[in-house]
């Protein structure tokens, strides 16, 4: 990964908002949040609160993931959304292109995750210190170099999705951190967030918002 931090200057994508919530499809190389440092202040949080002054942060994705992100704009949807991701009620769907032939079509990986210390920021599995990790896959489509794959976590452990098809043999293609050879030249990291599916803090009724992938 390049230490140079040149974020993509993409207009904001907005894909829903009401007196609530915020729906944005996040590109690929922006941070969530701010990092540590005047030169990475730029990020989705800070451009959203320039165009939506009261927006507040429920989650986030890693810089090179792109897709759907969902920001409250009032404290009442924050709580609500917020409790919804801890108790794990949300339904998030991700698209990804991994190196190789993914056999079977479909599986769960269960390894528990925790930071690699002397490697930060990657993670890595342990059975002993690890916080349970678990995510289904579905093969989309696939050829002998690479496979597409829809991935359904059912927690949220960071990098969860990119250690958990390492640990199958099959990178997610770009992957700066666990991709190696040719499954590391791509030109970004081949991971999508394409739906969402929460309870609107405003009625509590279900809604879905999606955001193609762009690869």
Same mark, same amino acid.
């Given at each position: 990964?390049?230490?140079?931090?040149?974020?993509?200057?993409?207009?904001?994508?907005?894909?829903?908002?009401?007196?609530?919530?915020?729906?944005?499809?996040?590109?690929?190389?922006?941070?969530?949040?701010?990092?540590?440092?005047?030169?990475?202040?730029? *990020?989705?949080?800070?451009?959203?609160?320039?165009?939506?002054?009261?927006?507040?942060?429920?989650?986030?994705?890693?810089?090179?993931?792109?897709?759907?992100?969902?920001?409250?704009?009032?404290?009442?949807?924050?709580?609500?959304?917020?409790?919804? $991701?801890?108790?794990?009620?949300?339904?998030?769907?991700?698209?990804?292109?991994?190196?190789?032939?993914?056999?079977?079509?479909?599986?769960?990986?269960?390894?528990?995750?925790?930071?690699?210390?002397?490697?930060?920021?990657?993670?890595?599995? *342990?059975?002993?210190?690890?916080?349970?990790?678990?995510?289904?896959?579905?093969?989309?489509?696939?050829?002998?170099?690479?496979?597409?794959?829809?991935?359904?976590?059912?927690?949220?452990?960071?990098?969860?999705?990119?250690?958990?098809?390492?640990?199958?043999?099959?990178?997610?293609?770009?992957?700066? $951190?666990?991709?190696?050879?040719?499954?590391?030249?791509?030109?970004?990291?081949?991971?999508?967030?394409?739906?969402?599916?929460?309870?609107?803090?405003?009625?509590?009724?279900?809604?879905?918002?999606?955001?193609?992938?762009? $690869?």
């Amino acid at each position: 990964m390049s230490d140079v931090y040149s974020p993509p200057t993409d207009p904001l994508d907005v894909i829903h908002s009401d007196h609530e919530i915020l729906i944005v499809n996040k590109p690929s190389g922006l941070l969530s949040v701010p990092g540590k440092g005047p030169h990475l202040a730029d *990020c989705l949080m800070t451009r959203v609160q320039e165009a939506f002054p009261t927006a507040l942060l429920i989650h986030r994705l890693d810089r090179d993931t792109s897709g759907v992100m969902v920001f409250a704009l009032t404290p009442h949807a924050q709580r609500h959304i917020g409790l919804q $991701f801890e108790k794990r009620q949300t339904k998030k769907t991700y698209v990804a292109r991994v190196s190789g032939k993914l056999e079977p079509k479909t599986g769960t990986v269960d390894l528990p995750l925790i930071v690699d210390w002397d490697n930060r920021p990657r993670q890595k599995v *342990c059975h002993e210190t690890g916080k349970p990790a678990q995510t289904d896959w579905r093969v989309l489509r696939s050829n002998s170099d690479e496979s597409r794959v829809r991935l359904m976590p059912k927690t949220g452990r960071s990098h969860q999705l990119r250690v958990h098809m390492l640990s199958l043999g099959h990178p997610i293609l770009g992957d700066p $951190f666990y991709a190696t050879g040719a499954a590391l030249d791509h030109p970004r990291l081949m991971l999508h967030s394409e739906e969402l599916r929460l309870r609107h803090p405003d009625g509590g009724g279900g809604v879905r918002f999606r955001a193609k992938a762009p $690869f």
